[in-house]
């Protein structure tokens, strides 16, 4: 563990998670020979505002049936099999934290995904793969842990096709200071990397990557988090990403509402084209 780069160490803490996820699911009822990828939704989208937020990146981009799509930060590869599922893309999933990996490909042998997602366990910022590999790049909310944009982005840029497309849902810096710590990415500043809006989008504009759309989404973010907590304070609310991090989710969850609420962080989407 100890030799684990600093984001995958305060991600990997709670272990094996499949059988924690497979034993929560038979908990309510569902049928383990019949799982769909809806079925793990509630805890395998690992980002604010969850599915939905999925769904929005998705509509945005598109991937067509036979493409082939990259989800940078995948985590245990819940919007990947989303993709696949709904698409009929192919989708690599590539992340820092190898149980993750591990997981992710577990729990699409579980969907019967296996032949549509794979799942490689490496750094954003050294991309295994060809120049030009990727019809769409997509990554929700795994650069807030990497400090160097430039790099990362210069990476995305490298391996998207001409004409390919480039999908961001991210924390960024807001602009009245750093968030309370602990947070869901990190359990102090020094794994934190936030970069406010405009230095994002520099640090791909500066790849050649052209902006098609960019949209603020921390009012809805905002919106979202006080219906969470409606529904975990009526007994309704998924434990959701819980069971990835553990006991001291809850402390996550309250510094990021805090953060949120007080603008430390900032939500956006966007969408970006590689001239073809
Ligand atoms: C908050 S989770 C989001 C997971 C997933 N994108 C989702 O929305 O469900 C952030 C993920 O980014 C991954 N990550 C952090 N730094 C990374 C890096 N340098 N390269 C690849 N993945 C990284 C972490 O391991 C973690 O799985």
Known sequence: ?????????????????????????????????RLTAEDLSPYDQFHSRGQQATAELAQLLNPQAGQLVLDLGCGIGGPARWLAARHGCRVVGLDLTEVYCRTAGELSARVGLSGQTAFVCANGLALPFATASFDVIWTQHAAMNIADKARLYREVARVLKPGGRFGLYDVMAGPAGDPYFPVPWSASAEWSHLTAPEGVREAIL??????????DLTAESKAWSEKAVAA???????????????????EMVANLRRSLFEDRITVVQAVFEKAG
């Open 1 to 33: 563990m100890s030799q684990l780069p600093s984001a995958a160490q305060h991600y990997a803490r709670e272990g094996e998670l499949t059988g924690r996820i497979l034993s929560t699911l038979t908990a309510e009822g569902k049928d383990l020979d």
């Open 206 to 215: 500066a790849t050649g990557l052209k902006q098609r759309h960019w949209r």
């Open 232 to 250: 975990q304070t009526a007994g309704k609310g998924p434990s959701g990403p819980a069971i990835i991090l553990g006991p001291s989710f809850a």
